[in-house]
């Protein structure tokens, strides 16, 4: 099993900036690809970002130019960079590893931006 520990959420005005961390341990080996989720308060977990160990990346369109995920692997940390926030982007945003036994995920951070 992969633990994954987010930090870096927190209350910005529409506009700014946030960079979300994402710290992994356990299982390093078996991780496929390590990527972020979200969920809106009264809305379904969204896809948000990933990134492969080949370094592809996909990326929602609703963040696509605004959000750009990294990922260190000497550290065991993946980090999302997120600019220009809207308050459409409030939620509690989750790290995730992909494994062969499908997603882990960590308990969340949440992330507020004021209009």
């Known amino acids: 099993q992969v633990r994954l520990v987010e930090s870096g959420g927190g209350l910005v005005q529409a506009g700014g900036s946030l960079r979300l961390s994402c710290a992994a341990s356990?299982?390093?080996?078996?991780?496929?690809?390590m990527g972020w989720s979200r969920q809106a308060p009264g809305k379904e977990r969204e896809f948000v970002a990933e990134i492969t160990n080949g370094g592809s990346i996909n990326y929602a369109d609703s963040v696509k130019g605004r959000f750009t995920i990294s990922r260190d692997n000497a550290k065991n940390m993946v980090y999302l960079q997120m600019n220009s926030l809207k308050p459409e982007d409030t939620a509690v945003y989750y790290c995730?590893?992909?494994?062969?036994?499908?997603?882990?995920w960590g308990q969340g951070t949440q992330v507020t931006v004021s209009s």
């Open positions: 356990g299982s390093i080996f078996s991780i496929n690809a």
């Open positions: 995730g590893a992909l494994r062969h036994t499908g997603w882990d």
